[in-house]
């Protein structure tokens, strides 16, 4: 006869690590579905803002599930770039002069094709890319594609040197400096004045943007706007972005990028600059010293990062903003997110998850990209367009 307990000591033996790796898996399952998968916090002071975005976004009533197998922030911050599921889109560009001489691109997607509007009163949406990014980055193809299958318009604000545009005067562009984006919004709102416009920005798109927002107050012909991942304190996040590892992964890359934009465009900063040292800038801290404080003649790298920063400017938004951050955004620690100013605001709605890295957000065990940030984009979007403009705008209930 078999001895019960011989058996049970075979099978464990013969699969130890079959059964180690189903342990591990175990603990792994257990701690994202009770530690990782958590509804977002919304923060924000209640008024008819705040009331919409509970009617309409209906996603923010459930949990965050980020990917299963990556849902640190590493990966978070990388996967999307990989997991692209557009490639390309049809843009229709637009070349604008500027008042010092230089040039900038915007990019269309005009949906005329589609009945829902007409062309003078289409809803439209201004998009700001991230810092070396342009229309053809992931996530303003992902964005457009969704705005197309509501028949809305958008336009890509390129930033100077970027999107096909040519540097044709000492001067690119930086976190605190609105100016140009100034001048495409009142250009746009020329062209469409009977057209509702809302603005999205991404990373530093979004710092440019708030810090528009905070200088311009109610007066802007902008109906809403809407946020991703911007570091609120500049300087707290150039600190989080030169500790070990965010450095390797995200840091000296980024800086990479800023140079080679400068190595093409190099003779125009001659004289202006020295630009062999600024090439040499192995951070984006380096560079702005070397560079950006240079080009927009602030004293130093702290002078820039207090003018650019956003942790302080909250009060003085003037229209409904949504705001994106994940908890664990490498370029937005935790602790600069100001939650407590954005509970005094009737005009924020901060949206913080737990998870999400820096414009990540992927989530599904097969992500294609930023799914919870264009869910979210798609939901605030088109219910602000649908119901928001009456709802909060106009209502005075």
């Not at 062209?191 to 710092?207: F, M, Q, R, W």
């Not at 602030?298 to 003018?307: A, F, G, K």
């Not at 100013?341 to 737990?354: P, R, W």
Request: proline content about 5%; overall charge neutral.
């Amino acid at each position: 006869m078999t001895d019960p307990v011989n058996c049970v000591k075979q099978f464990f033996q013969e699969n130890t690590h079959a059964l180690a790796l189903f342990g591990v898996l175990g603990i792994y399952t257990t701690y994202y579905y009770f530690r990782v998968v958590q509804k977002p916090k919304i923060f924000g002071k209640d008024g008819k803002f705040l009331q919409f975005v509970g009617r309409h976004i209906p996603m923010l009533r459930e949990p965050f599930r980020p990917t299963f197998w990556c849902f640190i922030h590493q990966l978070q911050t990388i996967g999307p770039v990989l997991m692209k599921f557009l490639t390309s889109m049809e843009y229709r560009s637009e070349k604008l002069k500027l008042s010092d001489g230089g040039e900038i691109i915007i990019d269309w997607m005009d949906n005329n094709d589609d009945v829902k509007h007409s062309q003078s009163t289409r809803p439209t949406v201004l998009v700001l890319p991230g810092i070396t990014g342009s229309s053809k980055s992931h996530y303003c193809l992902n964005m457009n594609n969704t705005l197309m299958k509501h028949g809305y318009r958008s336009v890509v604000f390129n930033y100077r040197g970027l999107g096909g545009a040519v540097i044709k005067t000492p001067r690119t562009y930086c976190a605190a400096n609105t100016e140009d984006l100034e001048y495409v919004i009142k250009h746009v709102q020329g062209l469409y004045p009977e057209a509702p416009i809302i603005a999205v920005g991404i990373s530093i798109g979004g710092i440019i943007l708030f810090n528009y927002l905070a200088k311009a107050g109610k007066e802007t012909p902008l109906k809403a706007a809407m946020t991703v991942s911007v570091a609120w304190n500049t300087m707290k996040s150039t600190e989080s972005l030169e500790t070990p590892v965010n450095l390797i992964l995200f840091n000296r890359f980024l800086a990479r990028e800023l140079t080679q934009v400068l190595a093409k465009n190099v003779h125009i900063f001659e004289g202006h600059i020295d630009t062999d040292y600024a090439m040499q800038a192995q951070t984006i801290k380096e560079f702005d010293e070397r560079f950006t404080t240079k080009v927009f003649g602030y004293n130093d790298v702290d002078h820039y990062y207090n003018e650019a920063t956003l942790h302080n400017k909250v009060h003085r938004i003037g229209i409904p903003t949504l705001c994106l951050s994940a908890g664990d955004d490498p370029f937005a620690p935790l602790e600069t997110i100001p939650m407590d100013d954005a509970k005094e605001q009737s005009n924020i709605a901060l949206v913080v998850t737990s998870y999400g890295g820096h414009v990540g957000f992927t989530e599904g065990f097969f992500p294609k990209g930023n799914g919870y940030m264009l869910r979210l984009f798609d939901q605030f979007i088109h219910g602000f367009f649908q119901h928001g403009i009456k709802e909060v705008l106009m209502s005075t209930n």
